[in-house]
């Protein structure tokens, strides 16, 4: 999932980057300072998994959790994951400092949107329902993930749609893997922790009747 230097077309990195910046702003304003040691340790969840990778034919695949991630901390995933990824290229080399926009924007935006459109379900039922939504949000998000690299890939090239169809094929393992374990954290939360999954939909204050 991360792309290096030098293979994304600028027209592609520039506007991936655009999203990412205003994802990071709206991240940073929804990052209160409760929620900070849950952004601590989910960025590192992040930064952990994604750094193992596993041989799959002529690709490596590895675990994102990104679904996870948007559920648990909604707008915030951009800053948590932006972290992460900067990390990961700066000291061991996966991705690059260019495309870290790109990168941003493939694996933050589909976890915030898979995040966004499981929590009110999560919140509504109980624990089974809770974890059913969960499992479908982490599959999905790397799923859009991979549609999302892909996509790039395409777009910058047509030499690199080989590759770009080979990523989407290689992560669907680890699609089942990831809703498979974001169905078991989103159970365990829901029985111990149910105020982290509710819904992040504020509340209007209504007016008292006179």
């Known amino acids: 999932m991360h792309?290096?230097?030098g293979v994304i077309a600028a027209p592609v990195i520039a506007g991936a980057t655009i999203v990412s910046v205003v994802?990071?702003?709206l991240g940073l304003r929804a990052l209160t300072p409760e929620r900070i040691?849950?952004?601590a340790v989910l960025s590192a969840t992040f930064f952990v998994a994604s750094l193992?990778?596993?041989t799959l034919g002529p690709s490596s695949v590895h675990l994102i959790f990104n679904g996870l991630v948007g559920v648990l901390l909604g707008w915030a995933a951009f800053p948590a994951m932006f972290v992460g990824l900067l990390l990961q290229s700066v000291l061991f080399g996966f991705g690059g400092v260019t495309v870290l926009g790109v990168n941003l924007f493939n694996i933050a935006l589909p976890g915030l949107m898979c995040g966004l459109a499981a929590r009110p379900v999560i919140a509504r039922f109980g624990p089974s329902g809770a974890a059913a939504a969960g499992a479908v949000a982490g599959a999905a998000a790397v799923g859009l993930t991979a549609m999302l690299v892909a996509l790039s890939l395409g777009l910058s090239g047509r030499e690199f749609i080989p590759a770009a169809k080979l990523?989407?094929?290689a992560h669907l393992p680890v699609m089942a893997i990831e809703g498979a374990v974001t169905a078991a954290a989103v159970l365990l939360i829901k029985r111990v922790r149910p105020d982290m999954?509710?819904?992040?939909r504020p509340v209007r204050?209504?007016?008292p009747v006179s």
Do not use: E, K, M, Q
């Open 52 to 54: 193992i990778h596993i």
């Open 3 to 5: 792309i290096a230097d």
């Open 167 to 169: 990523t989407v094929l």
């Open 197 to 200: 999954l509710a819904s992040s």
């Open 37 to 39: 040691p849950v952004v």
């Open 205 to 207: 204050a209504t007016a």
């Open 23 to 25: 994802g990071l702003g």
